[in-house]
């Protein structure tokens, strides 16, 4: 299925919490960014409740499920403590990650071909509560086709290679990366998976990852809460959106 509406535009909150907690403080508050966000056009929320609670805790995981009127994406490592407090909260989807301590963000994609026993038993239990599961991956069919196989809704597709070769002006391989997202989203939709992607997306790399038509959703972080310095969080979150309409000629 080829998708040829609206391209929805998912906000990460993460580091407004990074910012919040570098003082141990109670601001910036998470959820008014998440409500801000809303009133400027963001189509759902997403927050990575980290093992490490490095930026999102617990509490803002509550307060945003609850506080907000648009779908909350909870990002989170596909462990037996974060299956329980998925399951006690209900978030409209859940997006399963890889997670490293060491990490400073999400590397890579989720290995489901090489964990796909494992990784069926832990997303029925979310299926049955109606929650919509996503899987971050890279763009091979490997990982795409043992997504649809363990009973994903959603792949997610890992665009922060892409976004490096395109900082670094390697424009040749962006290009080819390019290429093989689009192919990655053609195979994941014609196995009946809905299509999302994301990672180091910036208002100069955004417009051809977002004319890939396949695509239903594109998750937006780090880029749109540092760009709120500078312009404020609801002008920074309307112009991403502009650059999407404008990539899917709407
Ligand atoms: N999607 C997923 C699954 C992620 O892990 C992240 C980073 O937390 C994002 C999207 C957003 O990436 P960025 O913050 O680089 O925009």
């Given amino acids: 299925m080829t998708y040829r509406g609206k391209l929805r535009l998912g906000v990460n909150i993460d580091h407004v919490a990074t910012v919040r907690n570098a003082r141990g403080s109670a601001w910036p508050d998470p959820l008014r960014a998440a409500i801000l966000a809303e009133a400027s056009g963001a189509d759902g929320i997403t927050a990575h409740l980290r093992e490490d609670r490095r930026h999102i805790r617990d509490a803002d995981m509550e307060a945003l499920r609850a506080g907000i009127g648009i779908p909350l994406n909870f990002e989170c ?3 037996e403590e974060m299956q329980s407090i998925v399951l006690r909260l209900l978030p409209h989807a859940c997006c399963l990650v890889p997670e490293r301590r060491e990490e400073r963000t999400t590397e890579g994609g989720l290995d489901v071909a090489g964990d796909e026993a494992r990784l069926r ?3 029925a239990p979310l299926r049955e509560a109606g929650i919509r599961v996503s899987m971050f991956i890279g763009h091979d069919p490997r990982q795409i086709e043992a997504s649809a ?10 665009t922060g290679h892409y976004s490096d070769l395109h900082a670094e002006g390697q424009q040749g391989e962006a290009e080819a990366e390019l290429t093989a997202l689009a192919r990655g989203a053609a195979r994941a939709a014609a196995l009946g998976l809905e299509v999302h ?8 790399n955004v417009e051809p990852v977002a004319a890939i038509p396949e695509l239903m959703e594109l998750n937006i972080g780090h880029f749109l809460i540092g760009e709120a310095i500078f312009r404020g969080l609801g002008p920074a979150i309307e112009e991403m959106r502009r650059r999407m309409d404008v990539a899917r000629g709407s």
């Fill in 149 to 158: 196989r363990i009973g994903a809704a959603v792949v997610e597709l890992h």
């Fill in 197 to 204: 992607a994301g990672h180091g997306l910036t208002y100069e």
């Fill in 77 to 79: 490592a596909a462990t």
């Fill in 121 to 123: 038993a832990f997303v």
